[in-house]
């Protein structure tokens, strides 16, 4: 994405820098970015260059080397840029250094998601998992004219709360509001454990997925409810439980916060109390965006993700949405090029390693309501045998 001639007013620009490195390529580096693009557009800052650097490993001074850092830093005091962001992590040296030589509010890919959150927050318990997540993040990097918890900035990368001028004062600040949010979500968790313990006896389904793949759309769809959807990363923190009536067989379906990669380690652990809905799921409802070019990427790392949680061996139905959105290029007879991914039919890819899952793979569009009834069907089966199995005595729900 390059749009070097806008000149909104309003709105922070930035540039974005990606590495080629022996775990990534080139081809890799840009489809990363592309997230990254998204990413930062969610946060609303406006993406208007990108820059590669290649490197064998991170310079630990600057991460991308000296030279890299002087080109970039030429454009931007060529075009008028607010915020450059780095789709690795930083160091706390690194960004400080950084910071120096570009005089510009420097995030890595962590602190642009702890961002993302911070806006996306609504309820008091998903904000006291962002705040937590945030001083956890902030505590190595307090040196630094960009975090002064003294200082109260808006915009993108600039959140944080009022403090002293002091680095130490600082520090046990920070140290303090992290022991009181643990303690705070400590009495959340207590209470969320409650609540789960108290809903009776149904099975619980949950729905996990790379985020923005219309996890929320299809809990709309099952549960004729209303949850907030939108074409925006991480469009859901909290978790939002419903019950959900499939011919006299009532569960609780839950749609979770979305997973991506490289999810920052702090949010992983602040957002505990949300991913046990996924832990303590008796079904999982796994949702894939099969309209994006790597669909098989995102379904990886959620799956690394569930192995992370303890929670991949759960019964699960693969359900492939967007089917309305899919396309693809096809081969002639004569063309003897390689096949690529671009080239599968959907009949095709139904025949690859999908037909070998364990578990029912599905294909749906849940905002045209294509092929609804098969998963309706599919989860009532999947339900009712765990119910008879747990709950025997309620056998006359069906």
Known sequence: MNKDNDTSPQTERAVLIGVINRKQDAEQVQEYLDELAFLTETAGVLPVHRFVQRVEKPDPST???????????????????????????????????????????????????????????????????????????????????WTHLERQRGGTGTRGGAGEKEIETDRRIVRDKITALKEQLLVIDKQMATQRKNRGDMIRVALVGYTNVGKSTVMNLLSKSDVFAENKLFATLDTTVRKVVIDNLPFLLSDTVGFIRKLPHHLVESFKSTLDEVREADVLIHVVDISHPKFEDQFRVVNETLAELKANDKPTILLFNKIDAFTYIHKEEDDLTPATHKNHSLADLKRSWMSKMAYPCLFISASKKENVDELRKTLYEMVKKLHVKQYPHNKFLY
């Open 63 to 145: 991460f991308i080397g000296s030279g890299k850092v002087k080109e970039i830093e030429q454009y931007i005091k060529e075009n008028k840029i607010d915020i450059v962001v780095f789709d690795d992590e930083l160091s706390p040296a690194q960004q400080r250094n950084i910071e120096k030589a570009f005089q510009k509010k420097v995030l890595d890919r962590n602190r642009l998601i702890l961002d993302i959150f911070a806006q996306r927050a609504r309820t008091a318990h998903a904000k006291t998992q962002v705040d937590l997540a945030f001083y956890q993040y902030m505590l190595p990097r307090l040196t630094g004219m």
